[in-house]
T-cell receptor
Framework: RKEVEQDPGPFNVPEGATVAFNCTYS??????FFWYRQDCRKEPKLLMS???SGNEDGRFTAQLNRASQYISLLIRDSKLSDSATYLC??????????FGAGTQVVVTP | GAVVSQHPSRVICKSGTSVKIECRSL??????MFWYRQFPKKSLMLMAT?????????EQGVEKDKFLINHASLTLSTLTVTSAHPEDSSFYIC???????????FGQGTRLTVV
């Protein structure tokens, strides 16, 4: 089993709609979690950290469910510019970040 | 966020030659740097972790004699791909983490093509 798993998608989303997807992790001792965004042929960029209580940043909402060992990302009012691959990242200890393979989101006009 | 500069962004080299990729933290001290490679439509694969002043820790299956990592200062780490082969062609990305930090900041990436 992979340490961090994501649905690769693509999630095809009409502009203005809401999309949500999850990421599961296997290491129950993981302490910190992040969502990164990666555009084609670019480096990943931090989108948001994921806090235990859940957190929101504009149109983006992240949730953490430790009992079921997953995190989620929800994007409201999708924009064309939201089209990207979203990487789930788990800090597996000693600062070693473990990446999911990414979920591709395609926002269509 | 903090700035990490990776250079070069693109390099083409001949088989058998060596290529050096630099990763610099510009506005913070990077106590730990990570090197990843990414194949098309695949996840980033951690190659090695380096802490300033000590030897890098390589992930299983990564040849340390082929991928030489040096982290001589708190702002610079280098990855040297020795005796490059076409199968080494990939996208290499570094990331850096400061003291006590939990998130990592990424360089722009280097697209290596070995011909």
């Amino acid at each position: 089993r992979k340490e961090v798993e994501q649905d690769p998608g693509p999630f095809n989303v009409p502009e203005g709609a809401t999309v949500a997807f999850n990421c599961t992790y296997s290491n129950s001792a993981s302490q910190s979690f992040f969502w990164y965004r990666q555009d084609c042929r670019k480096e990943p960029k931090l989108l948001m950290s994921v806090y235990s209580s859940g957190n929101e940043d504009g149109r983006f909402t992240a949730q953490l469910n430790r009992a079921s060992q997953y995190i989620s990302l929800l994007i409201r009012d999708s924009k064309l510019s939201d089209s990207a691959t979203y990487l789930c990242v788990v800090n597996g200890g000693w600062g070693k970040l473990q990446f999911g393979a990414g979920t591709q989101v395609v926002v269509t006009p | 966020g903090a700035v990490v500069s990776q250079h070069p962004s693109r390099v083409i080299c001949k088989s058998g030659t060596s290529v050096k990729i630099e990763c610099r933290s510009l506005d913070f001290q990077a106590t730990t740097m990570f090197w990843y490679r990414q194949f098309p439509k695949k996840s980033l694969m951690l190659m090695a972790t380096s802490n300033e002043g000590s030897k890098a820790t390589y992930e299983q299956g990564v040849e340390k004699d082929k991928f030489l990592i040096n982290h001589a200062s708190l702002t610079l780490s280098t990855l040297t791909v020795t005796s490059a082969h076409p199968e080494d062609s990939s996208f290499y990305i570094c990331s850096a983490r400061g003291t006590g930090g939990t998130e990592a900041f990424f360089g722009q990436g280097t697209r290596l093509t070995v011909v």
